[in-house]
């Protein structure tokens, strides 16, 4: 049974770090793209970064370009997100999400392809 199960969400204070955790069963993360969206309260699904099964890294927001980097762990079968210098604009819960191969160049090209994701962990940053 496929499942990928996030956490590292918790509460932090504006320029604050954390790390998240995206624990995958049931495949294995080194033959996918794992990527990660966010959904804040009353706003839309927005892709935030995905790493490949080649390891390229794609990032779907400008926003945390430079902030939020993306590793993954084949002997643990997990894929982390560190985001450091967090904003109160970060908050949202993150959950992380599985697709064939590659990433693709934009986040439409992931949503469309994604077949499977966790239940998210909630991220707030406090001002």
């Known amino acids: 049974q496929v499942q990928l199960v996030e956490s590292g969400g918790g509460l932090v204070q504006a320029g604050g770090s954390l790390r998240l955790s995206c624990a995958a069963s049931?495949?294995?993360?080194?033959?996918?793209?794992i990527g990660w969206f966010r959904q804040a309260p009353e706003r839309a699904r927005e892709g935030v970064l995905c790493?490949?099964?080649?390891?390229?890294?794609?990032y779907y927001s400008e926003s945390v370009k430079g902030r939020f980097t993306i590793s993954r762990d084949n002997a643990n079968n997990a894929v982390y997100v560190q985001m450091n210098n967090l904003d109160p604009s970060d908050t949202a819960v993150y959950y992380c999400?599985?697709?064939?191969?590659?990433?693709?160049?934009?986040?439409?090209?992931?949503?469309?392809?994604?077949?499977?994701w966790g239940k998210g962990t909630l991220v707030t940053v406090s001002s």
């Open positions: 999400a599985r697709k064939r191969n590659v990433c693709g160049s934009d986040w439409n090209s992931f949503y469309y392809g994604m077949d499977s």
């Open positions: 049931g495949f294995t993360v080194d033959n996918y793209a």
């Open positions: 790493i490949s099964s080649n390891n390229g890294v794609a």
